[in-house]
């Protein structure tokens, strides 16, 4: 059984930093594309970034480029996600993701994680 546990998440002041971790366990990690969500209160879900099972391709939201870096350690079955200069607007719950095929950007999102708060005050 596939589980993603997402940590990290905070109250931060605007312009300040959080670093999410999302653990995976229940299969092997290193083959899958992971991904972050966040939904912000009132929206939809919506893309944050994504990194590939191998770690050497990323791709990112127009909202987060140049802010959010996405990274893994397949070592540990982690991903995570560095958001510095923070805004208001990132407020939401962030969620961790993870392809339903190997070795694959296509397809859906099959596993989801429970979701942590990240709120950035003004």
């Known amino acids: 059984q596939v589980q993603l546990v997402e940590s990290g998440g905070g109250l931060v002041q605007a312009g300040g930093s959080l670093r999410l971790s999302c653990a995976a366990s229940?299969?092997?990690?290193?083959?899958?594309?992971m991904g972050w969500f966040r939904r912000a209160p009132g929206k939809e879900r919506e893309f944050a970034a994504s990194i590939k099972w191998s770690g050497d391709s990323t791709y990112y939201a127009d909202s987060v480029k140049g802010r959010f870096t996405i990274s893994r350690d397949n070592a540990k079955n982690t991903v995570y996600l560095q958001m510095n200069s923070l805004k208001v607007e990132d407020t939401a719950v962030y969620y961790c993701a993870q392809k339903g095929d190997p070795y694959s950007n296509g397809g859906t999102w099959k596993y989801w994680g429970q979701g942590t708060q990240v709120t950035v005050s003004s």
């Open positions: 229940g299969r092997t990690f290193s083959v899958y594309t």
